[in-house]
T-cell receptor, first 113, second 116 residues
């Protein structure tokens, strides 16, 4: 069964303290791994899509990497505004149903000033 | 950039009544949209796939007669919660992707439903 597992469940950081979030997956034939940021009471905000092992993408203080079994979201020198829940998702289904996602439970990041 | 909009952002309804939530793609067309629900401090759970011009496809355990989905056009999908009960209270979110572009999947802002 396809599964997406995120760890840790919660992460408390001091401003400037870099760290990484993990997303491990067991899917046959990965066709895209997505990272989203979700603020309380709002819909997920798209961050990155990764497709193949070794791929990396960056956006401001965030960097996402992908291996054959897991993805990491690195937060470099975080600021309080980086506080959010970060969701990882994998794309499921046949090519004709290309946008169906299965989500992990998320990692809630709190950055203290 | 591409935007997906939901309406209403929040709604309170009485038990036994029905409530409709709209999901619109504002600057692109989407033959397929997805509906998720999210309970507090939990992740998104896919409910159903909304297909323009055909019936929706529901995930296992989701009652199709309770959660009616209509994909009226290439930019609009609606979710109607029928005969709502307090346990239907949740955060409902839709997603869509521009046709031919599966690289980016956009989500709406979500709709809070409270059934009293």
């Amino acid at each position: 069964e396809d599964q997406v597992t995120q760890s840790p469940e919660a992460l408390r950081l001091q401003e400037g303290e870099s760290s990484s979030l993990n997303c491990s997956y067991t899917v046959s034939g990965l066709r895209g791994l997505f990272w989203y940021r979700q603020d309380p009471g709002k819909g997920p905000e798209f961050l990155f899509t990764l497709y193949s092992a070794g791929e990396e993408k960056e956006k401001e203080r965030l960097k996402a990497t992908l291996t054959k079994k897991e993805s990491f979201l690195h937060i470099t020198a975080p600021k309080p505004e980086d506080s959010a829940t970060y969701l990882c998702a994998v794309r499921l289904g046949p090519p004709s149903n290309d946008y169906k996602l299965s989500f992990g439970a998320g990692t809630t990041v709190t950055v203290r000033a | 950039g591409a935007v997906v909009s939901q309406h209403p952002s929040w709604v309170i309804c009485k038990s036994g009544t029905s409530v409709k939530i709209e999901c619109r793609s504002l600057d692109f067309q989407a033959t397929t949209m997805f509906w998720y629900r999210q309970f507090p401090k939990q992740s998104l759970m896919l409910m159903a796939t909304s297909n323009e011009g055909s019936k929706a496809t529901y995930e296992q355990g989701v009652e199709k007669d309770k959660f009616l989905i209509n994909h009226a056009s290439l930019t609009l999908s609606t979710l109607t919660v029928t005969s709502a009960h307090p346990e239907d209270s949740s955060f409902y979110i839709c997603s869509a992707s521009p046709q031919g572009s599966g690289n980016t999947i956009y989500f709406g802002e979500g709709s809070w439903l409270t059934v009293v």
